[in-house]
């Protein structure tokens, strides 16, 4: 499978424990982006990277929120101390670069809080 | 006012009928046109992609683009009960965010 991939699929926590998500893009692709998406809503974007820079924050990443590629290949996504409103879909997508912005997205990872 | 404005449906067709889906936005300096068709609990499929004004077209899915009245469109001819989903309009700039529309629900009845 050549896609995008992200693991888990479906996570529940309790609130206030901490959760990360990792994606791992298309090869050769230097572009990742994370957006979440709630029920009934278009997804919504959260941050992006450029290999292993990070280059915009969406303000709706609180400082709960972190992101990482540190390698320019997978990313990870933590979430501290989660609250019942962290409740969605994070998705993870990525481009082959600046010039182009067809993004593919991955499954998802459905997170409920508790 | 959001950037991007899409009919949230649901659109109920029979089978065969032409589906007819749009979304209006607002931002002048976007540059890339994409749809994108999600099915209940999955991720977003890239159906269709476009850059700047005109028509596209792939198999069963024409893509249009207006960009003097910042106006898109896609239909979906023959359409099959497979073709039940939710389809969300994406526009961007080169190498940056998509900005999504809420998404229109599609139902085709057998």
């Known amino acids: 499978d050549t896609g995008v991939s992200q693991d888990p699929r479906h996570k529940i926590t309790k609130r206030g424990q901490n959760v990360t998500f990792r994606c791992d893009p298309i090869?050769?692709?230097?572009?990742l982006y994370w957006y979440r998406q709630t029920l009934g809503q278009g997804p919504e974007f959260l941050t992006y990277f450029q290999n292993e820079a990070q280059l915009e924050k969406s303000r709706l990443l609180s400082d709960r929120f972190s992101a990482e590629r540190p390698k320019g290949s997978f990313s990870t996504l933590e979430i501290q101390r989660t609250e019942q409103g962290d409740s969605a879909m994070y998705l993870c997508a990525s481009s082959e670069g600046a010039a182009k912005n067809i993004q593919y997205f991955g499954a998802g990872t459905r997170l409920s809080v508790l | 006012q959001k950037e991007v404005e899409q009919d949230p449906g649901p659109l109920s067709v029979p089978e065969g009928a032409i589906v007819s889906l749009n979304c209006t936005y607002s931002?002048?300096?976007?540059?890339?046109f994409m749809w994108y068709r999600q099915y209940s609990r999955k991720g977003p499929e890239l159906l269709m992609y476009t850059y700047s004004s005109g028509n596209k077209e792939d198999g069963r899915f024409t893509a249009q683009v207006d960009k003097s009245s910042k106006y898109i469109s896609l239909f979906i001819r023959d359409s099959q009960p497979s073709d039940s989903a939710t389809y969300l309009c994406?526009?961007?700039?080169?190498?940056?965010?998509?900005?999504f529309g809420g998404g229109t629900r599609v139902l085709v009845k057998p």
């Open positions: 090869s050769e692709h230097n572009r």
């Open positions: 931002n002048s300096a976007f540059q890339y």
């Open positions: 994406a526009i961007g700039a080169a190498g940056n965010k998509l900005t």
